[in-house]
């Protein structure tokens, strides 16, 4: 019995340092810019987030998301990622924006490109 705290304290720990490691994400848009820092492509931002939100309830409800609970929440997750995709976000961690800002920029303005 006197393992038993030890091991529920080393899990505490394990789940709090794992909590830390997420990263904090940011929508781009296809030529870079950062869609939540302009208050209208903010607001456009605000309207996605609200639709793919409500895309992947609906998903909740009515879809068959993979075997279970192992998988369930990554495909889920999924269908309001691919969502933003279509509307044309680029999802990028935060310390990775000025590298993608700059390849997305530079594939904006390569000719042949609308």
């Known amino acids: 019995m006197g393992k ?3 091991n529920c304290a080393m899990l505490a720990g394990a ?3 794992l909590a830390g ?3 904090p994400m940011v929508y781009l848009l296809p030529d870079g810019r950062v869609a939540a820092s302009d208050p209208v492509l903010s607001r456009q931002l605000a309207g996605d987030v609200a639709v793919c939100n409500d ?3 609906r998903s909740v409800q009515g879809g068959d998301h993979g075997n279970g609970s192992q998988t369930r929440g990554a495909e889920v997750n999924e269908v309001g ?3 933003m995709a279509d509307k044309g976000y680029v999802l990028v961690p935060q310390d ?3 590298d993608m800002q700059r390849k997305l920029a530079a594939s904006a303005a390569a000719p042949g490109r609308n």
Do not use: Q, S
């Open 21 to 23: 490691c997420a990263k």
């Open 96 to 98: 990775e924006v000025p």
């Open 55 to 57: 895309e992947r309830a």
């Open 81 to 83: 990622d691919e969502c």
């Open 15 to 17: 789940v709090l340092a």
């Open 4 to 6: 038993l705290p030890i």
